[in-house]
């Protein structure tokens, strides 16, 4: 299993032809994952995030930076979001990231730069964290848990890849163990901004399953902020 490719096929990453053409760090990786077709063409096509996420935002994720570039997306959107933050940028107010960004981004913010604090490919910590998120409502119940065992059945993933999935799907979301995956500052950040991808905080439940995770990372609220700006412009960009 490549990890980076996972992500990306997991996000629905689906612009190959626009990263290849791209130069500097958004390229490279790009190159590292030999190209980017996704499960039938990414998220919007009925990949994992579109089964877990379900069509209203997936659809937004599919029109925004996140659905152009995948897992090359997050990185843009954390060093947006990190930038905007050092600079002292008001968070309501401040640019956020588009695909000429992606790029330019710095090498550490992207999601293969470095193992998990726990040693294990960080893009499989930002998987769990999002499948984590998406259950914070509670609507991924024992009946859809089954749903969507049964379309992970029918998607072709290797083994290792359906056996992260099912694992991640059945255990309780433990935010410790989210939160202990984060080795630096920027990985938290990475953590938080794919789990806000994955909630609208107007759900009690989710908005405080957002403020927890924060808090366990370690996150200031400023650059909190910052992240959920940058992960609203990343689905609806």
Same mark, same amino acid.
Do not use: C
């Given at each position: 299993?490549?990890?980076?490719k996972?992500?990306?096929?997991f996000?629905?990453g #689906?612009?190959?032809?626009?990263?290849?053409?791209?130069?500097?760090?958004?390229?490279?990786?790009?190159?590292?994952m030999?190209?980017?077709?996704?499960?039938?063409?990414?998220?919007?096509?009925?990949?994992?995030?579109?089964?877990?996420?379900? #069509?209203?935002?997936?659809r937004?994720?599919?029109?925004?930076?996140?659905?152009?570039?995948?897992a090359?997306?997050?990185?843009?959107?954390?060093?947006?979001?990190?930038?905007?933050?050092?600079?002292?940028?008001?968070a309501?107010?401040?640019?956020?990231?588009?695909?000429?960004?992606?790029?330019?981004?710095?090498?550490?913010?992207?999601?293969?730069?470095?193992?998990?604090?726990?040693?294990?490919?960080?893009?499989?910590?930002?998987?769990?964290?999002?499948?984590?998120?998406?259950?914070?409502?509670?609507?991924?119940?024992?009946?859809?848990?089954?749903?969507?065992? %049964?379309?992970? %059945?029918?998607m072709?993933?290797?083994?290792?890849?359906?056996?992260?999935?099912?694992?991640?799907?059945?255990?309780?979301t433990?935010?410790?163990?989210?939160?202990?995956?984060?080795?630096?500052? %920027?990985?938290?950040?990475?953590?938080?901004?794919?789990?806000?991808?994955?909630?609208?905080?107007?759900?009690?439940?989710?908005?405080?399953?957002?403020?927890?995770?924060?808090?366990?990372? #370690?996150?200031?609220?400023?650059?909190?902020?910052?992240?959920?700006?940058?992960?609203?412009?990343?689905?609806?960009?």
């Amino acid at each position: 299993m490549d990890p980076t490719k996972f992500l990306d096929q997991f996000l629905g990453g #689906n612009s190959k032809q626009k990263l290849q053409q791209a130069g500097g760090a958004a390229k490279q990786q790009f190159d590292r994952m030999g190209g980017m077709d996704g499960f039938a063409g990414g998220a919007a096509a009925g990949g994992l995030a579109g089964l877990l996420l379900g #069509n209203k935002k997936v659809r937004k994720m599919a029109g925004g930076v996140v659905g152009y570039g995948g897992a090359a997306a997050l990185g843009a959107l954390a060093f947006k979001a990190y930038q905007n933050w050092q600079q002292g940028k008001q968070a309501e107010s401040a640019p956020v990231a588009t695909e000429a960004d992606m790029p330019r981004t710095e090498a550490r913010f992207l999601p293969d730069s470095a193992p998990a604090a726990t040693g294990e490919p960080f893009q499989l910590s930002l998987i769990r964290a999002m499948i984590g998120a998406a259950k914070a409502d509670g609507h991924v119940d024992a009946e859809e848990q089954k749903r969507l065992f %049964e379309q992970v %059945e029918r998607m072709g993933l290797d083994a290792e890849a359906k056996g992260f999935v099912f694992d991640a799907l059945a255990k309780p979301t433990d935010l410790s163990e989210v939160a202990a995956a984060a080795r630096t500052q %920027e990985q938290a950040a990475e953590l938080y901004l794919v789990s806000r991808l994955a909630i609208d905080p107007d759900h009690p439940a989710e908005k405080a399953y957002l403020e927890a995770l924060a808090h366990r990372l #370690n996150l200031p609220a400023e650059l909190a902020a910052h992240l959920d700006r940058q992960a609203e412009a990343g689905l609806a960009a």
